[in-house]
């Protein structure tokens, strides 16, 4: 079964930066999009930014500015650079990837800024 990896959580003080790299272990063909999304024990799982084949990128408006997302469709690996942190980042951080939108996810891997 095809699931990407993501790696790169951890724990960081406000205003620090981190950044997440995914991958998938069995190449997938005909990947148009890939995603970060998040989510808390309180908050539904939500968009964090996507990147679309030919580099065309959308952000929620909470991390615009401070959230870098690129890709290679072609290795299917996509990374997330998230600079000046805050303690609202603290979340579970899932990677997804797909021909037309999120079809294949990742476990997870956890975030923590701390104030």
């Known amino acids: 079964q095809v699931q990407p990896l993501e790696s790169g959580g951890g724990f960081v003080q406000a205003w620090g930066f981190l950044s997440l790299f995914c991958a998938v272990s069995v190449r997938i063909f005909s990947i148009n999009y890939m995603g970060w999304y998040r989510q808390t024990p309180v908050k539904q799982r939500e968009l964090v930014a996507f990147?679309?084949?030919?580099?065309?990128?959308n952000y929620a408006d909470s991390v615009k500015g401070r959230f870098t997302i690129s890709g290679d469709n072609a290795k299917n690996t996509v990374y997330l650079q998230m600079n000046s942190l805050k303690p609202e980042d603290t979340a579970v951080y899932y990677c997804?990837?797909?021909?037309?939108?999120?079809?294949?996810w990742g476990q997870g891997t956890q975030v923590t800024v701390s104030s």
């Open positions: 997804c990837m797909g021909q037309l939108g999120p079809t294949y």
């Open positions: 990147i679309i084949r030919g580099g065309s990128t």
